[in-house]
């Protein structure tokens, strides 16, 4: 299966992508991931108005297959969740770079992405390139 890898992404080895516009950062999970985990169960994110740090745990994703973590690529305030997902986590398949974002994030420091990797980079550790 080939997957996408948007080149406007930050990416964690973790599999999170942070996609800044300005000091808003929109926090999701890669498609590649998605694929590994199998069928989306549940969803557990932090609340509007909580702090995540880079390199921390901000919630779990859940599938028929495991518990995983969720690590944040960024620190900063949530301003944001994304409601629907935790409503209906199985709709993160369906456009994980797009409507299937977790969290937006005010930045403290937007030069925190400089050691995240680029798409090229996130492909090569995945694909084993």
């Known amino acids: 299966m080939s997957f996408e890898y948007p080149q406007d992404l930050k990416y964690q080895d973790t ?13 999701g999970i890669t498609e590649f991931a998605i694929d590994q985990m199998g069928d989306v169960v549940f969803l557990e994110l932090p609340d509007i108005g909580d702090l995540v740090t880079k390199g921390e745990t901000f919630g779990t994703i859940e599938s028929v297959k495991a518990v995983e973590d969720l690590n944040s690529p960024v620190t900063g305030t949530v301003i944001e969740r994304n409601e629907i997902l935790l409503e209906s986590p199985e709709q993160i398949a369906e456009d994980p770079y797009g409507e299937a974002w977790l969290l937006k994030v005010r930045i403290n420091d937007p030069d925190e992405v400089r050691d ?11 694909e084993g390139e």
Do not use: C, M, P, W
């Not at 599999?15 to 926090?27: A, K, M, N, P, Q």
């Open 15 to 27: 599999h999170e992508y942070v996609r800044l516009d300005g000091e808003i950062g929109t926090i």
């Open 116 to 126: 995240a990797l680029i798409a090229d980079e996130y492909r090569a550790l995945v």
